[in-house]
Every structure is written in structure tokens, then in C-alpha cells.
T-cell receptor, first 116, second 113 residues
Framework: DAGVTQSPTHLIKTRGQQVTLRCSPK?????VSWYQQALGQGPQFIFQ???????QRGNFPDRFSGHQYPNYSSELNVNALLLGDSALYLC???????????????FGPGTRLTVL | GQNIDQPTEMTATEGAIVQINCTYQ??????LFWYQQHAGEAPTFLSY????GLEEKGRFSSFLSRSKGYSYLLLKELQMKDSASYLC??????????????FGAGTQVVVTP
């Protein structure tokens, strides 16, 4: 049973460029959340996708957008990259339906984005 | 919004006990999670509390007091592999029926021989 997978592992971009990060949720999960984690900080919630729609959004500008596909996989897109976007981007999957006791979020290994 | 506060760093010796405190403020509390994160790796789930009291799971225990907005994670019989960042996260249900997680900055635990 594969866990949450993310690609790529590492990415280097320059300011102003655009980037797409990908996530495949744990088998059986239907909800994907994206987090940004700066060095030495806790993860910050970006947004959450369920049934191919953005359901919740954190305090991030419109430069951050996403998508969820029918197979529940998800993409995070960031436009007009800034130096401050350099961080570890984490994808977490969970099961919104099904009655899980605490709807635990399983995290992927993350994508390390460096903006030069 | 929410404020989640936890100490930045704690140091303890192998075999000892360490208690990591977490305080939070939220109007839509629906559960508190503890995650462990080793450097360069993804957070892994340790515990969940939604009702007051103590939850024990092996060497790790977590306590919650909703009225005080307070939780702690207790790590017993410390091992070198327990050196990691420990993240306190609160699930907020104020925005809609499905909560998002708000994380603290993490507590770096250093276990010394």
C-alpha cells in the first residue's frame, strides 16, 4: 500500500518563474491538503481539495493555485515566484468520509523548492 | 485566527523523560495532534486528543485540557532516535465543517548520551 508520494523531490527556480508540484494521496484517501514549511517553522496551511474543488484556503496570495483530478491526485502551482517562496512543500492526504476517528492526515516526503 | 505556542528547544539525556508543552487559542477547537518530524523528512503522526485527559501510546503520552487551551506530549525512556522536531497542531472547525490543521513552530528535542 503506497503512502503519499510527491514529485519532484527537489526543484530550483529563479524569481518570476512558475512551478508545478505534484502529489498522489495514500490509497483510499479522497482529500489533499497542501502546506508550506519554511526552515525552522511549522507547516503553514495553503489549501485543501476535495471532490476536485478547493474547500478551504489559508492566508496565501492568488499566486498559489491548485487542482485535484478525478483519481484524487493533486497539483500545486505557484506563479511569479519570489525568493520567500523557498520552502519545503508538503502534501497531506486524508479521508473526508468514512468515519475515521480523527481523520488523520498522512504527509508525503515533500518537495524542496529553492528560488534564486 | 489561532496562536499555538510551544518551546523552541529542549535537551534531555538518553533514558530520561521530557515533557513538551503546547498552548493554543481558538474558537473552533476540534482536536489537537502531535507530529514528529526528523530533519529533512515529512511529519509523522504521534497522537490525537479531542477530549480532556491523557492518551497513552507506548513511550509517548499526550494530555489535553480544553478549558485551559493546553496540551503536553510526554516522551519516556528517551532514545537517541527521538531527537527530532515535535509539532503541535490544532484542528480548527470555524471556517467550515471540515477542519484544517494549524501548526505550532515545533519544539526541537535533542537527546544526549
Amino acid at each position: 500500500d503506497a503512502g503519499v508520494t510527491q514529485s519532484p523531490t527537489h526543484l530550483i527556480k529563479t524569481r518570476g518563474q512558475q512551478v508545478t508540484l505534484r502529489c498522489s494521496p495514500k490509497s483510499g484517501h479522497d482529500t489533499v491538503s497542501w502546506y508550506q514549511q519554511a526552515l525552522g517553522q511549522g507547516p503553514q496551511f495553503i489549501f485543501q481539495y476535495y471532490e476536485e474543488e478547493e474547500r478551504q484556503r489559508g492566508n496565501f496570495p492568488d499566486r498559489f493555485s491548485g487542482h485535484q483530478y478525478p483519481n484524487y491526485s493533486s497539483e500545486l502551482n505557484v506563479n511569479a515566484l519570489l525568493l520567500g517562496d523557498s520552502a519545503l512543500y508538503l502534501c497531506a492526504s486524508s479521508l473526508r468520509s468514512g468515519g475515521a476517528r480523527y481523520n488523520e492526515q498522512f504527509f508525503g516526503p515533500g518537495t524542496r523548492l529553492t528560488v534564486l | 485566527g489561532q496562536n499555538i505556542d510551544q518551546p523552541t528547544e529542549m535537551t534531555a539525556t538518553e533514558g530520561a523523560i521530557v515533557q513538551i508543552n503546547c498552548t493554543y487559542q481558538t474558537s473552533g477547537f476540534n482536536g489537537l495532534f502531535w507530529y514528529q518530524q526528523h530533519a529533512g523528512e515529512a511529519p509523522t503522526f504521534l497522537s490525537y486528543n479531542v477530549l480532556d485527559g491523557l492518551e497513552e501510546k507506548g513511550r509517548f503520552s499526550s494530555f489535553l485540557s480544553r478549558s485551559k487551551g493546553y496540551s503536553y506530549l510526554l516522551l519516556k525512556e528517551l532514545q537517541m532516535k527521538d531527537s527530532a522536531s515535535y509539532l503541535c497542531a490544532v484542528r480548527d472547525m470555524t471556517t467550515d465543517s471540515w477542519g484544517k490543521l494549524q501548526f505550532g513552530a515545533g519544539t526541537q528535542v535533542v537527546v544526549t548520551p
